[in-house]
């Protein structure tokens, strides 16, 4: 064994014990992955694999599942979260670091540090008193008043507005997820040289110039690791979603209708879950998410890995 | 120094440990009866010394635990069949009841001021009636100005003991609705929008115009939302409140034999509330010791705990059926 040095035994009991934590992690994980299995075996014997990915039903009463509406409604209010926070998240950390007087900075850089702080439940709570009820009076009758009333995005804006629905869970979700990005976009633009932003300057470029062809390209990884994050963070996210979501079954095609994540489905239905085939689907469920994760993450990484071969060439 | 370290790290260790080795039972379900069960364990602890721990995980979880005997005693808003009980040796009984009100949210339209029929309930539900001044509803409040805007439906998006009375109620009075939704703690719905546990419910209609819902009556009563009439099977309309759910529990039909499994829906009774349940205890039947302890303490609950069950809104048992409980664990050997 290579990583054990043979002489101190100090410091082999050292490398042990370093050992023996990080293994346990992939052991932890394998116990997760063949749990998951095990429990939905059932539901996957009865629904088998295509059939429940397809499947838009889920009828507890008639012990009916699939699972594509709940992993439409995860990727839905994913996606949206992140069209709505990466913009604002770059805007943010280019505003801290490159346009904001100093005494700005730091007072900024903790109020975002504060909002990952925040736990999620809050989020949850808040969204559903404070946020859903603005959501139905002013922003959603402005937007079917407005964008609502164009051609192709007439079916986005469909529906009353309720305020429990895709669009508000998506504005709950972008939240969350900016100070992630924000915070590690701030770090990455900050490893830019300022010997390159300074040369910049002095061949008379102006400051968007320099954001745009210095800072930018230099940082653009970094930009994308956080992005990353916060899509994985986005993907689990649970509870302040569950409170202004509505869990429907449905695939809904207007922002304004309610819809179900896979993991608002989980935290709704397992506590009451009574009869074993129903147990079985929503730890299918867990699976399927479990294993989209996975694959989101290893594909973000590969694409990391990739653009860091590319860019230290 | 690392010698003291340790020692006080001992020392920290041994007080985190109960010191007192008091007497417990353990129980876990069912959300609904939760804060009544903490509070009469905290009054019950003061006078007995005894302690009771309830984790509220919900009714499923409860009736698994139980199964598994991983608890001492499990909590579930809905009754099991005898059958089922035999099967896996556990003894049945409730301990208060919970009735569910129909709340709306219309301008204009007053705690109850409307009123509704299980027809015009049941089709509300399936979104075969679409708006308020649908001529159904006009014929049954003649004085009431409603309006032409479409109802929203709201219900509950988690699974809950609270959906499986109401969709028993719905199932029992509209064979249509029997049909194409049926019943359980969470259902495919037709229409609405569900909100996350009662109190989502209950803001859901407190900021929709023109919404009905269906909540806990606590919710109901200290959301002050407003309540519709219902009519129930004796063909009278009757609002929900202390008197007419009680009615429902004096003339649902307990049955002991049947270990109590009953669905307080549809009451005969002629001012009974048609829509409430009963809350239930599950004791495995192999652990006599524990039993006793469980049983003395829902029999001092019994005795002594109904003025906090009113308080905290839920409806206590009428005397009548407390005895039939008491006479019932005699029977099973454990009081």
Redesign the interface.
């Known amino acids: 064994m290579a990583i054990i040095p043979k002489k101190n035994p100090l410091d082999m009991t050292f490398s042990l014990i370093t050992a023996i934590a990080s293994l346990s992690v992939i052991f932890i994980i394998i116990g997760i992955f063949w749990i998951l299995i095990k429990e939905s075996s059932l539901a996957m014997s009865k629904f088998g694999i295509i059939q429940f990915l397809t499947s838009t039903?889920?009828?507890?009463?008639?012990e009916m599942f699939g699972a594509a509406t709940n992993i439409y409604g995860t990727f839905v209010t994913t996606a949206l979260a992140l069209v709505f926070a990466v913009p604002t998240a770059v805007g943010i950390a280019i505003f801290v670091t490159e346009v904001a007087p100093n005494f700005l900075k730091g007072p900024i850089g903790i109020a975002i540090e504060l909002l990952a702080a925040i736990p999620s439940i809050i989020y949850g709570m808040w969204g559903?008193?404070t946020l859903?009820?603005i959501m139905?009076k002013y922003i959603e009758p402005a937007l079917q008043n407005s964008l609502g009333k164009l051609p192709v995005f007439e079916i986005l804006f469909r529906g009353?507005p309720?305020?429990?629905d895709i669009l508000t869970a998506s504005v709950i979700l972008s939240i969350m997820i900016i100070p992630f990005t924000a915070s590690i976009a701030r770090d990455s633009f900050n490893l830019t040289p300022s010997i390159v932003k300074e040369s910049a300057y002095a061949i008379g470029a102006t400051k968007w110039e320099v954001i745009k062809n210095v800072v930018l390209p230099y940082s653009k990884l970094g930009v994308f690791g956080g992005v990353v994050l916060s899509l994985g963070r986005a993907l689990g996210e649970t509870m302040a979603v569950?409170?202004v979501?509505?869990?429907?079954?449905k695939i809904a095609t207007s922002f304004f209708d309610?819809a179900a994540t896979i993991t608002v489905t989980l935290?709704?239905?397992?506590?009451?879950?009574?009869s074993d085939i129903y147990?079985s689907a929503l730890f299918y469920l867990a699976l399927v998410l479990f294993v989209l994760s996975f694959v989101i993450l290893a594909i973000a990484k590969l694409f990391l890995l990739r653009a860091e071969e590319k860019y230290s060439r | 120094m690392k010698r003291t370290l340790f020692l006080s790290l001992i020392a920290v260790l041994a007080f985190a440990t109960p010191v007192f080795a008091q007497e417990t039972v353990n129980g876990a379900g069912a959300?609904f009866p939760a804060p009544l069960y903490i509070a009469w364990a905290y009054e019950y602890n003061k006078v007995s010394g005894v302690k009771l721990n309830y984790q509220s995980?919900?009714?499923?979880?409860g009736?698994r635990q139980i199964v598994e005997r991983t608890i001492d005693f499990g909590a579930s808003d809905d009754p099991l069949p005898s059958e089922k009980l035999a099967k896996d040796n556990l003894i049945q009984f409730p301990t208060v009841i919970g009735g569910i009100t129909l709340v709306v949210n219309i301008p204009g339209v007053k705690s109850g001021e409307m009123k509704l029929d299980p027809t015009v309930l049941s089709k509300t539900f399936l979104g075969e009636i679409k708006t308020w001044d649908d001529a159904q509803i006009k014929k049954l409040n003649p004085g009431l100005n409603l309006p032409s805007t479409?109802i929203?439906v709201v219900h509950r998006?988690?699974?809950?003991?609270t959906t499986a009375i109401f969709t028993h109620y719905l199932a029992e009075v509209s064979p249509a609705w029997k049909t194409k939704?049926?019943?359980?703690?969470?259902?495919?719905?037709p229409i609405g929008?569900?909100?996350?546990g009662n109190e989502?419910v209950a803001?859901?209609v407190k900021?929709?115009p023109n919404s009905i819902g269906y909540v806990e009556f606590a919710y109901a009563k200290q959301n002050k939302l407003v309540y519709t009439k219902l009519r129930n099977k004796a063909g009278n309309f009757v609002e929900p409140n202390f008197e007419s759910f009680e009615n429902a529990a004096e003339t649902g039909n307990f049955y002991p034999k049947k270990d109590f499994h009953v669905w307080l829906t549809n009451s005969p009774g002629k001012t009974s509330w048609p829509i409430a349940g009963a809350t239930f205890i599950l004791l495995a039947k192999d652990k006599k010791d524990v039993n006793r302890k469980a049983v003395k303490f829902f029999n001092w609950a019994y005795t002594n705990g109904d003025t906090t069950a009113k308080n905290l809104v839920y409806i206590p048992l009428p005397k009548t059926l407390k005895d039939k409980v008491r006479a019932y664990w005699k029977s099973k050997g454990i009081q």
């Open positions: 039903a889920w009828n507890p009463v008639l559903l008193f859903a009820p139905s009353t309720l305020g429990i569950a409170f979501l509505g869990n429907s079954h309610a935290a709704n239905e397992f506590t009451e879950a009574d147990l | 959300t995980v919900g009714s499923g979880a009736q479409p929203t998006s988690d699974g809950s003991g939704v049926g019943e359980g703690k969470s259902v495919s719905w929008i569900g909100g996350k989502g803001n859901y900021m929709t």
